[in-house]
């Protein structure tokens, strides 16, 4: 069964520095989303992503977020200087433009942990 | 805008029995999606129920069902015959048609032996 993955599933870094955290979409999917978890909080939207641009991005997702989706099957959140608040959960999912369920999938998340 | 609201933070049922987790929602919108996900300790969250706001049947998933009801803007989900598996986080979520989801704070579910 196909499946979104993400890399790394754990991420240390400085604060103050940049860090790339990479979604493979399952193959067909056509809308693509961020969101993000802090520990034992909700999970909250990042932003949304189709044809090539994005089409939603919440109050969080601020000139320290981008997202890019490179070479047609990888989607990339950057977070250019890391603060100490963006240690979460970062989860991937994606959609298929066919689905009448609009069922997102998710991939397993990236822990980011900055110190 | 759409809010997402679970009332119980932490419950607690026996093993074998049956539970309920509350979920309340507001909304503008005539159409729309409703889910019900699971976030074990991996973390992973993953896709319990689902529910089209136009269908007015019940989903049910083997041992899972919700409780929906349109006008009260409410939507449950009922755990049967819990077993110690289903001890995890729950979070209910909104969606629009081809939109983001909005979640609840979540219920976190012990199933005790």
């Known amino acids: 069964e196909p499946e979104v993955t993400q890399t790394p599933s754990h991420q240390v870094t400085q604060m103050g520095q940049e860090v790339i955290l990479r979604c493979v979409p399952i193959s067909n999917h056509l809308y693509f989303y961020w969101y993000r978890q802090i520990l034992g909080q909700k999970v909250e939207f990042l932003v949304s992503f189709y044809n090539n641009e994005i089409s939603e991005k ?14 047609g099957s990888n989607f990339t959140l950057k977070i250019r200087s890391t603060k100490l608040e963006d240690s979460a959960m970062y989860f991937c999912a994606s959609i ?15 822990r980011l942990t900055v110190l | 805008a759409q809010t997402v609201t679970q009332s119980q933070p932490e419950m607690s049922v026996q093993e074998a029995e049956t539970v ?29 129920i689902r529910q089209e706001a136009y269908k007015q049947q019940n989903a049910t998933e083997n041992r899972f069902s919700v409780n929906f009801q349109k006008a009260a803007k409410s939507f449950s989900l009922k755990i049967s015959d819990s077993q110690l598996g289903d001890t995890a986080m729950y979070f209910c979520a909104f969606m629009e048609y081809g939109n983001k989801l909005v979640f609840g704070a979540g219920t976190i579910l012990r199933v005790k032996s």
């Open chain 1, 58 to 71: 919440s109050e969080i997702f601020d000139d320290q977020f981008s997202v890019e989706r490179p070479d």
């Open chain 1, 96 to 110: 298929s433009a066919g689905d009448s369920y609009n069922e997102q999938f998710f991939g397993p998340g990236t």
């Open chain 2, 20 to 48: 309920t987790l509350s979920c309340t929602y507001d909304t503008s919108e005539s159409n729309y999606y409703l889910f019900w996900y699971k976030q074990p300790p991996s973390r992973q969250m993953i896709l319990v």
